[in-house]
């Protein structure tokens, strides 16, 4: 208790204006005191959820420096919504935060590494100038050797073949660090709290769970879904990264508050 009482006290005499709260909370961030700017940056979506996407990037390192994964995925993934700049500095973020969650990932740790290698290759400027380079490099030669230079011929193929290799081994495992197709990107994301919650045909208890290979359909905790419908119970319709849709109450999952862009 004597560790919060500080908080308590800074929380009491804090200024009430949003901007004075994030500037306390992202100070406390960047001087590393962990628990104090968690305490404030939930304090801030309770009352006015920011729209920035380095609040929600920031909230996510938080949750992971605290281990807490599912929390993680689900600031991640709303910073990545919020901004295009935290696409891709967050990839290999949010890659990894899932391998901790994901139980069928831990058995192919050799391909999230690969993932994740790719994710920290995408944040490298220098990465994607070389690659820029290489695909003028070839095409140049593809139009020279249309004129008969049989050694730039020769060359480009040397050229073509690591680079379109290398350009399909991107787009698969790309789909490790985004396997949301582009329709339900920008809906509002949710992350499974509980451990093997059944996906229900309806908003309630009385419905039957969906199936899947004649058992019933559970989820995992930390599980991404994304939430298309609420009802008047606060029941969530919600849809999973196959298609498959289904309810669940709003205390089996992480939800952030929803802020129009």
């Given at each position: 208790m004597t560790g919060w009482l500080p908080l308590f006290i800074l929380l009491a005499n804090f200024p009430q204006e949003p901007t004075a709260w994030l500037h306390w909370a992202d100070q406390a961030y960047r001087r590393g005191h962990t628990a104090r700017a968690l305490a404030l940056y939930d304090a801030l979506l309770q009352c006015q959820p920011p729209t920035a996407g380095n609040f929600y990037q920031n909230l996510g390192h938080l949750h992971a420096q605290r281990g807490e994964w599912p929390q993680a995925i689900l600031a991640y993934q709303t910073a990545r919504q919020r901004s295009t700049r935290c696409q891709a500095e967050l990839a290999s973020s949010?890659?990894?935060?899932?391998?901790?969650?994901?139980?069928?990932?831990?058995?192919?740790?050799?391909?999230?590494?690969?993932?994740?290698?790719?994710?920290?290759?995408?944040?490298?400027?220098?990465?994607?100038?070389?690659?820029?380079?290489?695909?003028?490099?070839?095409?140049?030669?593809?139009?020279?050797?249309?004129?008969?230079?049989?050694?730039?011929?020769?060359?480009?193929?040397?050229?073509?073949?690591?680079?379109?290799?290398?350009?399909?081994?991107?787009?698969?495992?790309?789909?490790?660090?985004?396997?949301?197709?582009?329709?339900l990107v920008q809906q509002q994301v949710a992350v499974v709290r509980v451990e093997g919650a059944l996906l229900r045909q309806g908003n309630g208890f009385s419905y039957p769970a969906w199936q899947k290979g004649?058992?019933?359909?559970?989820?995992?905790?930390?599980?991404?879904?994304?939430?298309?419908?609420?009802?008047?119970?606060?029941?969530?319709?919600?849809?999973?990264?196959?298609?498959?849709?289904?309810?669940?109450p709003p205390a089996a999952l992480w939800t952030l508050p929803h802020v129009p862009r």
């Amino acid at each position: 208790m004597t560790g919060w009482l500080p908080l308590f006290i800074l929380l009491a005499n804090f200024p009430q204006e949003p901007t004075a709260w994030l500037h306390w909370a992202d100070q406390a961030y960047r001087r590393g005191h962990t628990a104090r700017a968690l305490a404030l940056y939930d304090a801030l979506l309770q009352c006015q959820p920011p729209t920035a996407g380095n609040f929600y990037q920031n909230l996510g390192h938080l949750h992971a420096q605290r281990g807490e994964w599912p929390q993680a995925i689900l600031a991640y993934q709303t910073a990545r919504q919020r901004s295009t700049r935290c696409q891709a500095e967050l990839a290999s973020s949010l890659l990894w935060a899932r391998f901790q969650v994901d139980p069928e990932a831990r058995d192919s740790i050799n391909m999230y590494r690969i993932a994740l290698t790719l994710a920290w290759l995408q944040e490298q400027a220098w990465f994607r100038i070389s690659i820029a380079s290489w695909g003028i490099l070839l095409a140049i030669g593809t139009v020279l050797s249309q004129r008969g230079r049989a050694v730039v011929f020769r060359w480009t193929l040397v050229l073509a073949i690591p680079y379109v290799l290398l350009s399909v081994g991107m787009v698969w495992l790309h789909g490790f660090i985004d396997p949301w197709p582009s329709s339900l990107v920008q809906q509002q994301v949710a992350v499974v709290r509980v451990e093997g919650a059944l996906l229900r045909q309806g908003n309630g208890f009385s419905y039957p769970a969906w199936q899947k290979g004649g058992q019933p359909l559970r989820l995992y905790a930390g599980q991404e879904v994304r939430i298309v419908a609420v009802k008047s119970n606060d029941w969530l319709l919600i849809q999973l990264v196959d298609g498959q849709r289904g309810w669940l109450p709003p205390a089996a999952l992480w939800t952030l508050p929803h802020v129009p862009r």
